[in-house]
């Protein structure tokens, strides 16, 4: 399989620690009791969650009241999270793939980012930093984010059409997940994007229990290792040491099986 920007070397090992009851597990999700066919229980974990990864004070027990029962808080509280459940909403109606990518940021950012910035990629340098202020990543430059994206676009395309395994599916799901972070390619909604499209190809390879998976909040009660194993393939986006990330490939299948 030609693939361009997302590396593969580390399958061997990623198949030798994978949980061996990965497939049984995702084939045993089922849907939330609570939820009908205009509330998603699943789809309200994932925004919360995804959400308190990037620092959102929301909790889930209100917005379910907020989403399923009509409960009304202030709109500073449930906006961004609101925004994040319609995005996911529309990936599950919807293919993977570049448009609908744009699509999802558009949405993730309609009270992020200014109309101008929208599913558009950033002109300018990205650097993530600590609480502290601190450097702790250094992204793609400008130069080097168009054909990254396009390499990446290219490998959803191809990764798509391909005939997988339960266990591939996982493992590069994970890499899109991961390689789409370290691009960093919007000016904001970079992390609720990547999670997002981690699920998204599940779903597409392996249909709709992937919106089941409550893997946004096992990272978030993993916050620590989450960014741990991200930070750990290096500080700038040219020296990245991606054979460094099978703890992180590991984390979302941990989170069907744990």
Known sequence: MDLKIIPKDLFPAFL??????????????????????????????????????????????????????????????????????NAYSFAKNNLLNKKNIVEVHKLITKNILPVSKQGELRSQNMYVTNSEGSIEYVAASPVELNPAMENFYADVNTLVKKNLTVDEVFFYSALLHLVFVKVHPWNDGNGRSARLIEKWFIAQKLGENAWFIE??????????????????????????DYSKALPFLLMMAKSVTK
Request: net charge negative; charged share 25%; proline share 2%.
């Open 16 to 85: 030798q620690q994978v949980p061996n009851n990965l497939e049984f597990a995702f084939d045993s999700l089922k849907d939330a009791e609570i939820s009908t066919d205009s509330f998603s229980f699943y789809a309200s974990v994932s925004s919360v969650y995804s959400s308190k990864i990037e620092g959102e004070n929301i909790e889930l027990d209100s917005y379910v009241k907020h989403k399923k029962f009509g409960i009304e808080f202030l709109p500073d509280y449930t906006k961004k999270t609101d925004d994040l459940y």
């Open 215 to 240: 893997s946004e909040k096992y990272y978030y009660t993993e916050l620590i290792n989450y960014y741990k194993n991200i930070r750990v393939l290096g500080i700038e986006y040219q020296n990245l």
